[in-house]
């Protein structure tokens, strides 16, 4: 059975590492053969990132969760 795993990437403008970022989830979803559904969200305001739970450029979510297992209980949420 393939899965699809959402992935969700949130970025700032002119992050160096998101499209490294990205290239790197779909050679993975390649090779685990999983299908990976990318969602790119370009953060532009406070409301945006506090809505996202954005924590700093880039922010990666695996079906609504953040990688990393600390900052899923952050409140430190930025923009700027």
Same mark, same amino acid.
């Given at each position: 059975?393939? %899965? #699809? =795993?959402? =992935?969700?990437?949130?970025? #700032? *403008? @002119?992050?160096?590492? $998101? &499209?490294?970022?990205?290239?790197? +989830? !779909?050679?993975?979803? %390649? %090779?685990?053969?999983?299908?990976?559904? +990318? !969602? /790119?969200?370009? =953060? #532009? &305001? *406070?409301? %945006?990132? =506090? @809505?996202?739970?954005?924590?700093? &450029?880039? /922010?990666? *979510? +695996?079906?609504?969760?953040? +990688? !990393?297992? $600390?900052?899923? !209980?952050? /409140?430190?949420? @930025?923009?700027?």
């Amino acid at each position: 059975m393939n %899965k #699809t =795993v959402h =992935v969700r990437v949130l970025y #700032t *403008q @002119g992050c160096p590492n $998101a &499209s490294p970022v990205i290239d790197l +989830i !779909e050679r993975v979803g %390649k %090779k685990i053969g999983h299908g990976v559904a +990318i !969602e /790119t969200v370009l =953060v #532009t &305001s *406070q409301e %945006k990132a =506090v @809505g996202f739970r954005f924590l700093g &450029s880039p /922010t990666v *979510q +695996i079906n609504g969760l953040d +990688i !990393e297992p $600390a900052a899923r !209980e952050s /409140t430190a949420f @930025g923009f700027g």
